[in-house]
């Protein structure tokens, strides 16, 4: 195993490493170690192996697979490729204070995505020194819920899907205990695939 020749250590050898157990090379040992982003990104691929094998237990409801299928033979395979890059509307780290206020750290972030029709709310929380709760709704732009209810959300650094989530009735996912680092959003909602390309959570 061998270290990214960046800073940090490849998400494929950090990926085979969680799932496999296999041994770090000692320069890739050794920067996990001192690596906070490195060693969040280990711990979400080791849940993400753990659940894995689970996932062919259970088989989705018939509705969804019959949604499917229904999509596929009546729009054709291609709409259901349609990818859409979503803009920022909203980022309450650029909203200015009053006139004579200084500008003072607030517990939450808040910031607004907007796509076609759609927008995309996410809040940030501080878990502790290190980790983050991300939370967010997906949502028509005059706030009435999508009619999709399939709809999933994943988590993404650097191409790796490292965590994905459904989506409830009213569009609401959480992710819990996420490192602070660089991440992009993707959500699969019917004929689309949405995306966030960039948020960074700094430390």
């Not at 509705?63 to 395979?77: F, P, Q, S, T, Y």
């Not at 502790?128 to 949502?139: E, H, I, K, P, S």
Request: charged residues 25%.
């Amino acid at each position: 195993m061998s270290s990214d020749t960046g800073s940090h250590v490849a998400p494929g050898t950090l990926f085979e490493s969680a799932r496999l157990n296999a041994e770090l090379d000692p320069d890739a040992k050794a920067h996990l170690e001192e690596c906070d982003l490195c060693q969040g990104r280990r711990r979400w691929m080791e849940a993400a192996a753990r659940l894995g094998p689970n996932e062919m237990k259970y088989d989705p409801p018939d509705a969804v697979m019959n949604k499917v299928l229904r999509l596929g033979r009546n729009r054709g395979l291609d709409r259901l490729r349609k990818f859409i890059v979503a803009s920022l509307s909203f980022d309450s780290f650029n909203a200015l204070a009053p006139a004579g206020v200084r500008r003072a750290e607030t517990a939450e972030r808040h910031m607004t995505f907007e796509a076609e029709d759609i927008e995309i709310s996410l809040s940030f929380r501080a878990s502790d020194q290190r980790n983050f709760v991300l939370t967010g709704q997906v949502a028509g732009k005059s706030g009435e819920p999508l009619p999709d209810l399939s709809g999933r959300v994943a988590l993404v650094i650097e191409g790796e899907h490292i965590a994905t989530t459904a989506l409830t009735p009213w569009g609401e996912f959480m992710f819990q205990d996420v490192p602070r680092g660089s991440y992009a959003l993707q959500f699969a909602l019917s004929d689309r695939l949405l995306r966030i390309r960039s948020l960074l959570i700094a430390h």
